[in-house]
């Protein structure tokens, strides 16, 4: 069995080699990544700007969620924060349902792949892959499980009742998001050393390249129930304004 799914990766390795020839030179590029680094601030600096002014009737947690989403993923996590997330969106729909459980799972997972991958393969420099991968794998569901836990004890929700739901509904997006984030980031750059500009650029594409796989997951869940999507913030946005109604009159 064991050599098998060697068998089975080796060759998936194999026929996205063309990926990794593409990406490398990309990710090791100082000019690319510095743009995409301004690229970074500039969007963070878009979204803050965005929730003092316009959408501050957004949960803590999610202003939270949201930052680290257009922190790994530059323009393309604001602009799904733009899309799904903002108290002025027209009308809500399953896709940005959707994409909001994708955001929120995504914060907390990719949260752990950054922490396990910095500290197992950068600064204690585990030299097993096999290792790394797991680690990382097991950092991802932490965080990953822990971000609808907490929310959930807060509500008064038991630690065994939100585990339950934790497990059942977070577990097949973190699985499919982390195997193809953590399974992006060791084909570019497995050998790369933390003081190598593709080790950080191959975890910022891997991030990505893991929300992208997750989306369809999460709308299925959706869909069918499994999870809810979060709370439509145009509902935030309306009960803000009929508290300061109340308290006019």
Same mark, same amino acid.
């Given at each position: 069995?064991?050599?098998?799914?060697?068998?089975?990766?080796?060759?998936?390795?194999?026929?996205?080699?063309?990926?990794?020839?593409?990406?490398?030179?990309?990710?090791?590029?100082?000019?690319?990544?510095?743009?995409?680094?301004?690229?970074?601030?500039?969007?963070?600096?878009?979204?803050?700007?965005?929730?003092?002014?316009?959408?501050?009737?957004?949960?803590?947690?999610?202003?939270?969620?949201?930052?680290?989403?257009?922190?790994?993923?530059?323009?393309?996590?604001?602009?799904?924060?733009?899309?799904?997330?903002?108290?002025?969106?027209?009308?809500?729909?399953?896709?940005?349902?959707?994409?909001?459980?994708?955001?929120?799972?995504?914060?907390?997972?990719?949260?752990?792949?950054? %922490? +396990? $991958? *910095?500290?197992?393969?950068? !600064?204690?420099?585990?030299?097993?892959?096999?290792? &790394?991968?797991? @680690?990382?794998?097991?950092?991802?569901?932490?965080?990953?499980?822990?971000?609808?836990?907490?929310?959930?004890?807060?509500?008064?929700?038991?630690?065994?009742?939100?585990?339950?739901?934790?497990?059942?509904?977070?577990?097949?997006?973190?699985?499919?998001?982390?195997?193809?984030?953590?399974?992006?980031?060791?084909?570019?750059?497995?050998?790369?050393?933390?003081?190598?500009?593709?080790?950080?650029?191959?975890?910022?594409?891997?991030?990505? %390249? +893991? $929300? *992208?796989?997750?989306?369809? !997951?999460?709308?299925?869940?959706?869909?069918?129930? &499994?999870?809810? @999507?979060?709370?439509?913030?145009?509902?935030?946005?309306?009960?803000?304004?009929?508290?300061?109604?109340?308290?006019?009159?």
């Amino acid at each position: 069995m064991l050599l098998q799914t060697r068998e089975f990766i080796t060759q998936v390795e194999h026929a996205l080699a063309p990926v990794r020839h593409v990406m490398k030179p990309i990710l090791s590029d100082p000019l690319v990544m510095g743009a995409w680094a301004l690229v970074v601030v500039a969007s963070v600096g878009v979204l803050w700007w965005d929730i003092r002014e316009h959408n501050g009737a957004l949960p803590s947690m999610m202003k939270g969620v949201w930052t680290l989403v257009v922190l790994y993923s530059g323009p393309f996590g604001l602009a799904v924060y733009w899309y799904s997330g903002r108290t002025q969106i027209s009308r809500d729909s399953l896709w940005r349902r959707g994409f909001r459980s994708t955001a929120h799972c995504y914060s907390g997972c990719g949260a752990g792949e950054v %922490v +396990g $991958f *910095v500290v197992l393969a950068g !600064v204690l420099a585990i030299g097993s892959t096999l290792v &790394v991968t797991l @680690g990382t794998f097991a950092l991802a569901y932490t965080f990953g499980y822990a971000l609808t836990v907490g929310p959930l004890m807060q509500e008064g929700v038991g630690f065994g009742e939100a585990m339950l739901d934790a497990l059942y509904s977070e577990t097949p997006s973190i699985t499919v998001m982390e195997v193809a984030a953590i399974g992006t980031d060791l084909l570019i750059a497995s050998q790369a050393h933390i003081t190598d500009l593709l080790f950080w650029g191959a975890l910022v594409f891997s991030l990505s %390249v +893991g $929300f *992208v796989f997750a989306f369809p !997951v999460n709308v299925t869940l959706v869909h069918f129930g &499994v999870k809810e @999507g979060m709370e439509n913030p145009a509902e935030m946005g309306e009960s803000r304004s009929q508290s300061r109604a109340q308290a006019t009159d």
